[in-house]
Nanobody, 123 residues
């Protein structure tokens, strides 16, 4: 059974930091590129950050470059993907989703998705 389970969301103030985690199991996710997306109320879901299968390459949305860092740990049965978010802004408020894509990283066409975790940044 494929599972992508996010954790770490919450309510913080502008300028604070937060770390999201995603535990992926049920497939050989070490062969998958992983990413974080987010969806704010009334807006479309957008790509935030992605990381290649072995962690050697990353992609970031312009809006989070220099503030967010994606990383991964390819353990035997569960891949863990983290998103370190620093200098948070109110516009970062959204539901954050973990996603997996077989093969190389890209900005879209992800196959598996988590349920999401809420991040709220107050001003």
């Amino acid at each position: 059974q494929v599972q992508l389970v996010e954790s770490g969301g919450g309510l913080v103030q502008a300028g604070d930091s937060l770390r999201l985690s995603c535990a992926a199991s049920g497939r050989t996710f070490s062969s998958y590129s992983m990413a974080w997306f987010r969806q704010a109320p009334g807006k479309e879901r957008e790509f935030v950050a992605g990381i290649a299968r072995r962690g050697g390459g990353t992609l970031y949305a312009d809006s989070v470059k220099g503030r967010f860092t994606i990383s991964r740990d390819n353990a035997k049965n569960t891949v863990t993907v983290s998103l370190q978010m620093n200098s948070l802004k109110p516009e970062d408020t959204a539901v954050y989703y973990c996603a997996a894509r077989l093969g190389y990283i890209d900005y879209d066409q992800y196959n598996y998705w988590g349920q999401g975790t809420q991040v709220t940044v107050s001003s």
